[in-house]
């Protein structure tokens, strides 16, 4: 079965970090383009970045360029997002996610998501 | 940037009526817009990629239309594992962006 699952979220302080981790399994991780979306409490689904297969042309939107880093491990088949100078607009669900059957870039594969909360 | 803007916002409707959710570009995306479904605490789910393709296991009263800047879903027969809240995404673009979602309501 195709999945990714998410990890690392968490309680962090305004101005902290912290890394996010997506691990894939039941696909070839190497060959696919990933992307992180996430979604305020009670609001809508924002993209956030996303990287190619190769792990060398990262993208982010203009509200974490800048702030957050997108990388990969192709031989652990893992994701990763790191957070710096969070704030409390960065609360969010975050999720992971790729176009795998679809192939076009639409996304056909969700995570169940990590929560990152910037709180005092 | 690409922005999309849905409407309704919100949507009231009856099991069994046929239901329009509208997505408009502020720029030519071509077909590449997609529609997901979300429920309360779940991941969204895709329904529709290139603007009018079904994806998979996904059923037939679910339609989508449009090219270029106007797009619409259509619900044929509303069910009652419907009222969820819908975006169009659209990824002409490589910075992805959402609509803001149409939540669809029991009336």
């Not at chain 1, 975050?94 to 998501?113: H, K, L």
């Amino acid at each position: 079965e195709v999945q990714v699952l998410e990890s690392g979220g968490g309680l962090v302080q305004p101005g902290g970090s912290l890394r996010l981790s997506c691990t894939a399994s039941g696909f070839a991780f190497r060959n696919y383009a990933l992307s992180w979306v996430r979604q305020p409490p009670g609001k809508g689904l924002e993209w956030v970045s996303a990287l190619n297969d190769r792990g060398n042309s990262p993208f982010y939107a203009n509200s974490v360029r800048g702030r957050f880093a997108v990388s990969r491990d192709n031989s652990k088949s893992t994701l990763y997002l790191q957070m710096d100078s969070l704030r409390a607009a960065d609360t969010a669900v975050y999720y992971c996610v790729t176009s795998y059957a679809t192939g076009d870039g639409s996304f056909d594969v969700w995570g169940q998501g990590t929560v990152v909360t910037v709180s005092s | 940037d690409f922005q999309m803007t849905q409407s309704p916002s919100t949507l009231s409707a009856s099991v069994g009526d046929r239901v329009t959710i509208t997505c408009r570009a502020s720029q030519n995306i071509d077909i590449y817009l997609a529609w997901y479904q979300q429920k309360p605490g779940k991941a969204p789910k895709l329904l529709i990629y290139k603007a009018s393709n079904l994806e998979s296991g996904v059923p037939s009263r679910f339609s989508g239309s449009g090219s270029g800047t106007d797009f619409t879903l259509t619900i044929s027969s509303l069910q009652p594992d419907d009222f969820a809240t819908y975006y169009c995404q659209q990824y002409n673009s490589i910075l992805r962006t959402f609509g803001q979602g149409t939540k669809l309501e029991i009336k």
